[in-house]
């Protein structure tokens, strides 16, 4: 019987390695707009998240929004977004990552009073979904399907 990682390999799943931290968190690198970040992976969150005062770093263009965030025992945060950034996670990519941007202080406070690294920000369900995701906890690695360059109609290709 072949391994799951055979089998999803053969169905253009790419692999990224995942660290469990001193929270029990997983985490990973990514990069967003080329700039490379460590991310907490979060298939209760949402949406993918960056801290506010990371808008520069990771070369974001903001806008309101008139969502409020709410998580890890804080609620009706403020919001930005933004949209259509390049989010790199290992070798898989998408152009078209849209980011919620809020204050991340309770988080990273959060991690640093349990001996764990700050984060960047959070990956959540929606580039979970976008993957196709698979995670395997007991290798601690997530699989995400590569995108296909072609549309619903096989033969028509976007421009």
């Not at 980011?99 to 640093?112: K, R, S």
Request: with cysteine; aromatic share 6%.
């Amino acid at each position: 019987m072949p391994s799951l990682k055979k089998v999803l390999h053969k169905k253009k799943y790419i692999k990224i390695k995942l660290t469990k931290i001193a929270t029990n968190h997983l985490e990973l690198k990514a990069k967003i707009n080329g700039v490379k970040g460590r991310f907490i992976l979060d298939t209760g969150a949402s949406n993918s998240c960056v801290g506010l005062d990371l808008i520069d770093y990771f070369k974001l263009d903001a806008e309101e929004s008139e969502t409020k965030a709410a998580g890890a025992g804080a609620t009706d945060m403020e919001t930005q977004k933004s949209t259509d950034n390049r989010l790199q996670i290992g070798k898989w990519k998408t152009n078209e990552s849209h980011l919620v941007l809020f204050d991340m202080t309770h988080v990273n406070t959060a991690l640093t009073q349990h001996n764990a690294n700050e984060v960047h920000g959070i990956i959540g369900a929606d580039i979970l979904e976008k993957g196709k995701a698979i995670i395997d906890y007991n290798t601690l690695v997530l699989y995400l399907k590569k995108e296909s360059l072609f549309k619903e109609d096989k033969n028509e290709i976007p421009f």
